[in-house]
């Protein structure tokens, strides 16, 4: 019996934003998300607080393991890409021409 692989994908939360302060909830729901959408969910990427206006370095780690992994699929929760210094559309367009990476929000 051969088991196929699912397609990898990444995750990627702003510590500051969870509810309860504990990520594992978060994580869990990413991974369930990823299931029922036909990925093995990877690395969670958290971020703290954006400090500054540069690219947040979770973010910019992120990116660049999807392009070491050729992995095209981030999940994340609803909101943790809004409200930093860098906004949310600029984040998806370097998702998208740097690593051809989608986005998938979910609530929590």
Do not use: W
Request: proline fraction near 6%.
């Amino acid at each position: 019996m051969t088991t196929a692989l699912l397609p990898l994908a990444y995750g990627y939360v702003r510590d500051d934003l969870l509810d309860d302060g504990s990520p594992g909830s978060s994580e869990d729901k990413l991974r369930e998300t990823a299931r029922s959408l036909g990925y093995e969910l990877g690395t969670v990427f958290h971020e703290p607080e954006p400090q500054n206006a540069t690219l947040p370095p979770a973010f910019a780690d992120l990116v660049q393991e999807c392009r070491r992994a050729a992995a095209h699929t981030v999940i994340t929760v609803r909101g943790h890409m809004s409200h930093m210094p860098v906004c949310r559309m600029v984040l998806l367009s370097i998702l998208d021409v740097r690593a051809d990476a989608t986005v998938h929000e979910v609530s929590v």
